[in-house]
């Protein structure tokens, strides 16, 4: 049977801004009130998609959120007419309208927790929508993300979904962005790597002092419960807190992995000799790359700059790794050298492709955060919903529908607009018949 690692990408909505939600995510903090490009943006995140689909990986897409999410402005105490909530949220709490308007749902690595069929006891492929506590706007996220990740997945031979964790701190998860797993094929069983920023029910343990840890080790430890994952097939390491306070809120802005590959900065992780060992133990014979980046070349403030490291490193159809990389890692003389050096190294890693998405760039967002690996079998993938994968068809009704919807500019004063909110469901409502996932909005419930 043939393996696939899949990428999700998120589609950027129609009300992608600027606002500066993300205390810790340096990126969204710098360009609060910047203009933004709804129509660039999604075309950006279109474009890379499509090139990972060319390059013979298997590439879906879910559809963005309903934003304004005027279900949770309802939940706040605003009432009336729809317009009359945007008015009144625009007035008596400014704050709350932008936290109910992020297109934040385009960071899929931030939708969930996925498990290949591969690594659980009962064979199937697990999914725990990410419940995203720490930030307001992202925390309005997971149920819908729920309905659409079951739209996607929906045959239950193959696919089980959990509910979110309990929506409080001490469960805060943030999905595959602090989630790696390495292993010799796909379809074989691997160790999966949870990194976590602190200790929830430990107040003596290490956090950082300035920035949020946004992932507990008990969020971790209950997703590997749900997914019925063995103790010999997972790692909990903790995210150096130093590099948090530095701007590194989530580990995928500082590692990521891929079947025999982790590459990683020198100072990402505590304790990294032990976990390194213990990864080696638990993953078995087959050779690891580790791919340990050292300060003296890369300083943790160019990782977080150019997001070297929120890169996608994919296994191309000949067997050899590429890097799917911003154009962010070419402007930077570091780490552009750095890369250059790279695939001359004995690795796996040959070559580096650089996507310009610098919309999402903005808001703190590269490559890997756009994205959501779902490591699957052929049988799995035939079971997927077939009109949300990636293919000239596809790619060419989705551009279509972006010109005809999406605004090419939008100022976070425009997000109190009762016709944005208008555009926006026309649109969504239009995808969900573009990719056949039936009424997986508040609005059209
Ligand atoms: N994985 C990348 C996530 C980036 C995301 N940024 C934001 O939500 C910024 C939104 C704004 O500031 O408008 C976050 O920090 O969770």
Redesign the pocket.
């Known amino acids: 049977m043939k393996h696939f690692e899949a990428n999700f990408d998120g589609l950027v909505g129609p009300t992608h ?6 205390f ?2 340096v ?3 710098n ?2 009130a910047a203009t933004s490009s709804p129509k660039d943006a999604a075309k950006q995140g279109l474009k890379k998609a499509k090139a990972l689909a060319d390059l013979g990986l298997v590439q879906g897409m879910f559809a963005p959120q309903e934003r304004p999410d005027i279900h949770s402005l309802r939940r706040m105490g605003f009432s009336g007419t729809d317009s009359d909530i945007l008015n009144k949220a625009a007035k008596e709490a400014p704050a709350l309208l ?1 936290a109910c308007c ?3 749902s385009m ?1 899929t ?2 939708a969930a927790t996925v498990s290949p069929s591969a690594d659980t006891h009962d064979g199937k492929l697990h999914f725990t929508p990410a419940n ?1 506590v ?2 307001l ?2 925390s309005i996220e997971p149920t819908t993300t729920g309905n659409i990740l079951q739209a996607t997945f929906n045959d239950s031979r193959y696919f089980k979904h959990h509910q979110h964790l309990p929506e409080h701190t001490s469960f805060g998860d ?1 999905g595959a ?1 602090n989630h790696t797993r390495l292993c010799s094929e796909y379809g074989h069983a691997g160790v999966e790597l949870f990194v976590y920023g602190q200790e929830a029910t430990n107040p003596s343990a290490p956090r950082p002092q300035k920035f949020p840890a ?1 992932q507990t080790l008990e969020a971790s430890q209950a997703v590997a419960r749900l997914h019925q994952l063995d103790d010999d097939g997972t790692v909990y390491i903790q995210q150096n807190p130093d590099v948090i306070d530095q701007g590194v ?2 580990n ?2 500082i590692a990521v992995g891929n079947q025999n590959v982790l590459f990683y900065h020198e100072q990402a992780f505590l304790n990294t000799q032990a976990k390194l060992t213990e990864i080696k133990n638990k993953f078995g014979e087959s050779a690891l790359h580790f791919i340990e980046v050292p300060t003296s070349k890369v300083a943790i403030q160019d990782a977080v700059k150019s997001y070297l490291f ?1 890169t996608q490193v994919v296994t191309l159809p000949s067997g050899e790794m590429a890097i799917i990389a911003p154009t962010n890692c070419q402007e930077n003389p570091a780490v552009f050298a750095y890369l250059n050096e790279l695939v001359t190294l004995n690795t796996p890693i040959k070559q580096v492709l650089y996507f310009d998405v610098k919309q ?1 760039m903005q ?4 490559p ?3 994205r959501l690996r779902v490591a699957m079998n052929q049988d799995e993938v035939a079971a997927v919903n077939q009109h949300t994968l990636m293919n000239d068809g596809l790619f060419n009704r989705l551009n279509q529908w972006v010109d005809k919807h999406y605004r090419d500019r939008l100022l976070v004063a425009d997000l109190a607009d009762p016709q944005l909110l208008i555009e926006s469901r026309t649109a969504l409502d239009e995808l969900t018949q573009i990719m056949q996932l039936g009424s997986v909005y508040q609005f059209q419930r």
Not at 17 to 22: E, K, T
């Open positions: 801004n600027y606002a500066g939600l993300s810790g995510n990126a969204s903090l360009n609060a932008r992020s297109a934040s960071w690595a931030n995203l720490d930030k706007h992202r943030e962005a946004r809120f989530h995928d802005v929120n999402s808001n703190g967002g590269g890997a955060c756009l």
